[in-house]
Nanobody
Framework: QVQLVESGGGLVQAGGSLRLSCAAS??????MGWFRQAPGKEREFVVG????????YYADSLKGRFTISRDNAKNSVYLQIDSLKPEDTAVYYC?????????????????WGQGTQVTVSS
């Protein structure tokens, strides 16, 4: 069992930036993804990264302002969000995938964190 712990969320003004973190023991064994769920909406894929960090796959609608990275030595994955918009307000989740490769599908991730709230004020 993997326990994923997200941090770094908070309240930020539009145009600002946040860096979310996700940590877990043994994280280097997993491909990772970030998802988000806004109030009243379904959970959606943001970005995924392979075990080594070489491959990254972004949701088409979110390219440009979101950057995923990982530091396997620190058992951590990060999501940098720049130029935040009110519509970015959501709970952001990290997820771990046992199988090789990056995926945008929710059902292909095996472990999930509890989420961290990001609220963007206009």
């Amino acid at each position: 069992q993997v326990q994923l712990v997200e941090s770094g969320g908070g309240l930020v003004q539009a145009g600002g930036s946040l860096r979310l973190s996700c940590a877990a023991s043994g994280l280097s064994r997993y491909a990772m993804g970030w998802f988000r769920q806004a109030p009243g909406k379904e959970r959606e894929f943001v970005v995924g990264i392979s075990r080594t960090g070489v491959s990254r796959y972004y949701a088409d609608s979110l390219k440009g302002r979101f950057t995923i990275s990982r530091d396997n030595a620190k058992n951590s994955v990060y999501l940098q969000i720049d130029s935040l918009k009110p519509e970015d307000t959501a709970v952001y989740y990290c997820a771990a995938r046992l199988r090789l490769g990056v995926s945008s599908r929710i059902d292909e991730y095996d472990y999930w964190g509890q989420g961290t709230q990001v609220t963007v004020s206009s």
